[in-house]
């Protein structure tokens, strides 16, 4: 057995431990985007492989015979890739992937399908909007260019941004009390976000609600049926072992 980890979500690091625990073979594969990114119990590679072919290289070369697509909901291209490459090899594939969130009493969500959409949702009114979006997708909200904007990413960003915003470099994760003191003091009155799930994010909608803010909830994209659980212990039964997490 040699298993692959596609990275991303902060899950992805806790399944390394315990596959490294379990003396599985196995290789983490870093997207390549963070500059410092946490460290492994288990070697690792970093950057793309070269699309569905060269996926499908790397498990053949590498001899893979289990890939496990922990990578971010929106990371869709990345996953996939994973689709395809299994399918053409004959990989089993498993993502694990947290549930979305979806709406509590109190919260006051404006769904949007896409960034697009949800820079359209802004209201005309100059405002100050947290963005809690990667930088990579910010572009679209420079046609809404009457708002100050609070942007937060784990790395401070290389090159100008395409519009002027407040930067805040933090890694995460974030607890209700910080995200209530920094929404506070920058008087946020819109936040955007994207449906990622989990707990690791999910501060900052809990804020929203107790300080009656709206959130703009731009939705995971489609991928095609694949496996699918939600926490490491499932993914290690998947591999055949079993773990002393709870979930
Ligand atoms: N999108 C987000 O909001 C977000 C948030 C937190 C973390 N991340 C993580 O950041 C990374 C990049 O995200 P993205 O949205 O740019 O992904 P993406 O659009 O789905 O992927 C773009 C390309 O990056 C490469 N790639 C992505 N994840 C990889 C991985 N774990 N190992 C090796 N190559 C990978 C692949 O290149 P090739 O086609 O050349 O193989 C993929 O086709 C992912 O690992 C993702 O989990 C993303």
Redesign the pocket.
Known sequence: MRALI????ADANVLAVEIARAGIDAVY??????RAPADQPLPTR??????VS??ADTIRRDGITHVIDA??P??????R?AIEACAQTGTPLIALERAPWTKAPGDSWIDAADVDAAAAALSEAPANVFLA??R??IAPFASRPQHAYTLRFVDPPEGALPFAADVIVSRGPFTLDGELEMLRARKIAWIVA?NSGGDGARAKIDAARLLGLPVIMISRPELPERPRVESVTEVMQWLGHRTCLGA
């Not at 596609?6 to 979500?9: A, D, F, H, P």
């Not at 594969?29 to 963070?34: D, H, I, K």
């Not at 929106?74 to 996953?79: G, I, L, Q, R």
């Open positions: 596609l990275g991303g979500i594969s870093y997207g390549g985007r963070t970093s950057g793309g492989f070269g699309g060269g996926l990578t971010h929106f990371a869709v291209e990345m996953s890739n979006i990667g990579q997708h994207r």
